[in-house]
Structures are given as structure tokens and as C-alpha cells.
């Protein structure tokens, strides 16, 4: 059984799951895994890439998750690295949308909730002239309004504290579509790759799962089958991998979101818990194979 199927509205699922806040995180993690996948999750000796996301919200708590699962605080982390030049132009954070200055954007941006994730917390402007601004304020200071309790996948960065900004970005202009390259990397290497095209704003694209080297896996993520897209291996693909695995470096395990624009290589995001962990794989080896992959980081006290 899966709840989203049943409660078709996502701001409604987590309303209520919020409501549920008072239960423990593993008891809630146990709970979740068991309704989306179907199975019990094993905590205490985890094998699989689903379980090990799980272990890995309850246990690894290094504060510099916090700075880089924020849309905008994320960009000081790629620039103390020396990656300022893959970042796209910043328009400006601000705590709500009376602050912003509408006549002063130029006439296409993307407008981004600093915690937020999924296309609920992204609005692309491509042209200023046919924007409703009053529409776009309130959904966006809906955004700041969020309470920073915790999460239904209990992804302890998002609510560490810190408010719900908005921020505005460049727009990413491609005609035929921006390809999406999503590095998934373990202690700095990169093992697989979501190659993410045909995506429209709040749907989710074709994914087809290639090894490092560029080549299709032929496994698939359930949901989110390949495309018609035809693989074509980026110009600069070989730079946005050495790129993705020092941004990983200081971690056990992150994914590395980047695009090719315009013949260079621009960041999109740093994600620790791709799809809080309930994805299905076809074959399901699949799974239990990138486990192995994750290396697990000794905690004092952990589950």
C-alpha cells in the first residue's frame, strides 16, 4: 500500500504527516519504508541502498548537511571549493515576497524555496511581462510560512532551525530541454548516474541508470521509466565527473546534480537522501549492490 495513492494531494500528505511529529524518527523510518516498499526495515545490519538513506538520517549528523541542503547556502560551499564559475547568477534571498523588488528581475528567472524540495518549491518565471505577481507572492510566502518541524521522511537538515527563504536564480533557457546529470557518489567516487531528461516542472522526467562510465545499466527505477531521449555522453562530461566527485569528497554518501548549458557545466543541488530512500529498482539486486557501495561511517551510539 502506498498513502500516496490514497491522499492524492502532496501539501495534504504532509500536513498530516506533520501532525505525526511526536513519533520517534526510527519508529516513523520503520513505518514509511514499510508502506511505500513493503518490507521491514532492517536498522541493525542494513544491506540495501534504501536501508543504508534510512541508517544514515538517524545517524550522520555532520553539521555541514544544514548549509548545503539550502538552495542558497549551498553556493559558499561550491565557492570555498573553488566552483564559483559552475553557479548560476543569484538574484537575491529574501525572507518574504514583499522584500523582492518585481521590476528590478530580468525577464526570466526561477524562483526557489531555500528548503524546499520537488517542483512545489520551484516557479519558472520565462517571461516577467505575463507573470501574475500578486499569485506568485502568495505562493511563495506560503513557502516562508512553513513550519520548521520535522519532516515526513525525517531528513534532519531541512529542519534544523532555520526559515524557509525564497531565492532567485538564473533560468536555465534550453529549447529542447535541460538534461539533468545526477552523480551518485560514496566516500568521493561516483558509482551510478540518473541521467534525468524529458522533466517538466513538477512531473518527474525518463531516468535511464548509467554506470560511471556512461554506459545504460539497463536497470530502472519503478515509476520512472527510460524515455525516448537517445544517450549522448556530454561534451564535458568527463570535467562534470572529476567536478561531482570533489564535491562528494567529505562525504559518505551525496548526490551531485549537474547540467551541460551552452557548453559549460552548471550546479543544480547536493542531496543526501534521493527520494528520502523509498525508490524501487528493477532488478531489485540493484539495491543490495549499491549498498555495498555505501560504506557506512562508524557512530558512537548508533543504531
Wanted: proline share 4%; aromatic share 14%; with cysteine.
Amino acid at each position: 500500500m502506498n498513502y500516496k495513492n490514497i491522499i492524492k494531494s502532496r501539501s495534504t500528505r504532509i500536513k498530516l504527516l506533520r501532525l505525526l511529529s511526536f513519533v520517534p524518527d526510527q519508529a516513523m523510518l520503520k513505518f514509511q519504508y514499510r508502506i511505500y516498499l513493503g518490507r521491514k526495515l532492517n536498522l541493525k545490519n542494513p544491506q540495501r541502498f534504501t536501508e543504508k538513506i534510512q541508517w544514515y538520517k538517524l545517524n550522520y549528523k555532520n553539521p555541514e548537511l544544514i548549509s548545503c541542503v539550502d538552495k542558497y547556502e549551498v553556493r559558499k560551499y561550491l565557492s570555498d571549493r573553488g566552483f564559483s564559475e559552475i553557479l548560476t547568477e543569484d538574484y537575491g534571498v529574501y525572507d518574504n515576497a514583499e522584500q523582492i523588488d518585481f521590476e528590478s528581475l530580468p525577464e526570466s528567472f526561477v524562483l526557489k524555496d531555500t528548503l524546499g524540495g520537488g517542483g512545489n518549491a520551484v516557479i519558472i518565471v520565462k517571461n516577467k511581462a505575463d507573470a501574475d505577481w500578486n499569485a506568485l507572492k502568495v505562493r511563495m510566502n506560503d513557502w516562508c510560512s512553513t513550519p520548521t518541524k520535522k519532516d515526513n521522511g525525517r531528513e534532519w537538515p531541512y529542519y534544523s532551525g532555520k526559515n524557509h527563504r525564497i531565492f532567485i536564480e538564473e533560468y536555465l533557457d534550453e529549447p529542447e530541454g535541460l538534461n539533468d546529470y545526477k552523480f551518485f557518489c560514496f566516500n568521493g567516487r561516483t558509482e551510478f548516474i540518473y541521467f534525468v531528461s524529458e522533466r517538466k516542472l513538477g512531473v518527474n522526467g525518463k531516468f535511464h541508470i548509467l554506470d560511471r562510465n556512461f554506459n545504460d545499466t539497463g536497470v530502472i527505477r519503478v515509476g520512472d521509466e527510460p524515455g525516448e531521449t537517445v544517450l549522448k555522453r556530454p561534451e564535458h562530461y568527463d570535467e562534470m565527473l572529476r567536478t561531482a566527485e570533489k564535491l562528494a569528497v567529505p562525504f559518505p554518501h551525496v548526490r551531485v546534480d549537474l547540467y551541460e548549458y551552452k557548453g559549460e557545466i552548471r550546479f543544480g543541488e547536493l542531496t543526501f537522501y534521493n527520494a528520502s530512500g523509498y525508490m524501487r529498482y528493477e532488478p531489485d539486486s540493484f539495491d543490495y549492490e549499491v549498498g555495498e557501495k555505501f560504506v557506512l561511517p562508524e557512530i558512537r551510539g548508533g543504531v
